[in-house]
């Protein structure tokens, strides 16, 4: 797949329009139009196409009472700009991660993707029953937004390294791109850590900016091209467990909506989260056997060393939230700590028994 095919219409397609010319949001007739800004590129597989069917949804379940239109990354700011766009009022709606603003407030990264934290299903079942949405909300009620999830990951890879890894010392000094707490963690193994948008990875690998990238996993990736530069493609994410994407909207503007599509806007939202990760657990072993035989990427798991490593310094990284001045902060780490302590206890005396157990006997 040439990568100029999936992204020849991203970044930098619409940025030079500028905000200036995009129209004002319609209403007319008790109709109304919200526009969303995304982070990712457009027409990009499992996450820009769940923003754009997110907007269908929610315009076709209001009967085109509420429509959304969507605005790839850059199209109307820059992609790492998306949340402010809602905070300013420039855009009525986002579709991100909310780790891209832990400078915000440290607990947001916490409703993205947690190193050796919980699974997308224990993540849902925290945020759904478990107090997480209502500290989501305390969060971001300092900025008068709301936040949905919008999408989900699952296990993420591990990322592209020019380099096969052999152990801890192989990392010191690597030029790594990963976001969130997952970036504070390879900051402590020794890589020297930073975040890109999606659609600016690929050239800082190919000008050796970066000695390595992840982001998300094959059905992502073989669409961003990483595999024409690294080859070695390790799994399973330690960093991203179970990573799910947000939207965002403006809380003023959900809050005048009628009942009926405040309630479309969120169920929407859930619904779509369903559906990406449907569509990342169907598409990411098509992609990855795309990625092994037509292009010749090597597959590897981290070394115990690097895993352990990390375990270590991911206890750090959530203890120095916990123990932090910031008390939504603080207030989350608990919240996720609690959780992850009495739902980890489903999952692996149940879950990862029985997956150890098809795999062992289970041959069909």
Not at 124 to 132: C, E, I, Q, Y
Request: proline letters at 4%.
């Amino acid at each position: 797949m040439d990568r100029r095919s999936v992204l020849k219409k991203t970044l930098t397609a619409g940025a030079a329009a500028g905000a200036a010319t995009i129209a004002a949001p319609a209403i007319s007739q008790g109709k109304m139009e919200w526009r969303m800004v995304t982070t990712w590129p457009k027409n990009f597989p499992g996450l820009g196409v769940g923003a754009e069917n997110l907007a269908k949804r929610i315009t076709t379940m209001s009967g085109g009472r509420l429509t959304v239109k969507v605005y790839s990354a850059g199209e109307m700011v820059p992609p790492l700009q998306a949340l402010d766009a809602v905070i300013n009022g420039t855009a009525e709606m986002s579709h991100g991660a909310a780790y891209y603003w832990q400078n915000k407030n440290p607990g947001l990264s916490f409703f993205t993707g947690v190193p050796y934290g919980m699974t997308s299903r224990e993540f849902t079942a925290w945020v759904r029953f478990l107090g997480g949405q209502e500290i989501w909300d305390e969060i971001y009620d300092q900025f008068g937004v709301q936040g949905f999830l919008s999408g989900d990951t699952g296990t993420q890879a591990g990322g592209w390294f020019r380099k096969e890894l052999k152990g801890l010392e192989d990392i010191k000094g690597l030029r790594f791109r990963t976001p969130g707490l997952g970036g504070q963690v390879w900051q402590k193994l020794g890589a020297s850590v930073t975040n890109l948008a999606a659609g600016e990875i690929f050239q800082a690998l190919q000008t050796g900016t970066l000695d390595a990238a992840e982001f998300v996993g094959p059905y992502n990736d073989l669409a961003l091209g990483f595999y024409q530069i690294a080859k070695n493609y390790y799994f399973p994410s330690f960093i991203e467990p179970g990573l799910a994407t947000e939207a965002v909207v403006n809380k003023s503007k959900y809050k005048a909506l009628p009942a009926d599509l405040q309630e479309i806007v969120r169920t929407a939202c859930q619904a779509e989260y369903d559906n990406v990760s449907s569509d990342m657990f169907a598409n990411d072993p098509r992609a990855l056997k795309t990625l092994v035989e037509k292009h010749g990427v090597k597959t590897h798991q981290f070394p115990d060393s690097i895993l352990e490593a990390g375990a270590k310094a991911s206890a750090e990284v959530i203890g120095a939230v916990r123990d932090g001045d910031n008390a939504l902060a603080k207030k989350t780490a608990e919240s996720f700590i609690s959780a992850l302590a009495l739902l980890r206890t489903r999952s692996e005396s149940t879950d990862s028994p029985y997956i150890r157990a098809r795999e062992k006997y289970f041959k069909i």
